[in-house]
């Protein structure tokens, strides 16, 4: 089965806080794609990253950063120093390569409070 | 660059009425395109999606349908709303294998 679980469905940290979204996914295949999507408020999906199976490297950009362990099967996310603006629903996605759909967890609610 | 393009933004249709929602992609030749449903407070659910012109694979029956006449159009479709079609719709749009889906604006649809 192909499957990705977001466990938490809602956090709630305050400003400058550290928060890490979990992400833990299920497949067979060897080669395959993993994302994280950010909708805010207005609703658009918003492309964060994508990481292949075969790069299990961390990956920072700015505040935001990933842990990709394929031990555990998790891609979690993290966002140092959180802000306000970082409120919003994200989404981890699994694609295995010769799919062409993306499979999404059911997203995990953040709220940045001031 | 790509940019992808959705109509109406906001939709308010009574229970029995048809629908049609459009979306457009520019920028990129032969993508693939999806339709996805999001009820209010949940996860994405995907409807249809698309590998080419006239190509439609269904992912959820339902009395929604889609198609695609242009190569970088997909439209859905329904002959008679239901008030459990009410939901956020998003179409996306990706290159061939690998890439990760992007997504329009969405379209608010409230059936009363």
């Known amino acids: 089965a192909q499957k990705v679980t977001q466990a938490q469905t809602e956090i709630s940290v305050v400003e400058k806080e550290d928060v890490t979204l979990d992400c833990v996914y299920e497949t067979r295949d060897t080669t395959y794609y993993l994302f994280w999507y950010k909708q805010p408020p207005s609703g658009e999906l918003v492309f964060l990253i994508r990481?292949?199976?075969?790069?299990?490297q961390n990956e920072i950009s700015g505040r935001y950063s990933w842990n990709f362990q394929k031990s555990t099967s998790s891609f979690n996310f993290t966002i140092t120093a959180s802000q306000v603006v970082d409120s919003a629903v994200y989404f981890c996605a699994l694609r295995p390569y010769n799919t062409d759909k993306l499979i999404f967890g059911t997203g995990t609610r953040l709220q940045v409070f001031p | 660059s790509q940019t992808i393009h959705q109509w109406p933004a906001t939709l308010v249709q009574p229970v029995g009425s048809p629908l049609s929602l459009e979306c457009t992609v520019e920028g990129t030749s032969n993508p693939n395109l999806y339709w996805y449903r999001q009820a209010a407070g949940r996860g994405l659910q995907l409807l249809f999606y698309?590998?080419?012109?006239?190509?439609i694979s269904s992912e959820v029956p339902q009395n929604l349908s889609a198609s695609r006449p242009q190569d970088r159009q997909f439209i859905l479709s329904s002959k008679k709303l239901l008030l459990s079609d009410s939901g956020f719709y998003l179409c996306a749009w990706s290159v061939r294998r690998g890439a990760g889906e992007n997504f329009g604006p969405g379209t608010r649809l409230l059936v009363l």
């Open positions: 990481r292949n199976s075969f790069d299990e």
């Open positions: 698309s590998v080419g012109i006239g190509q």
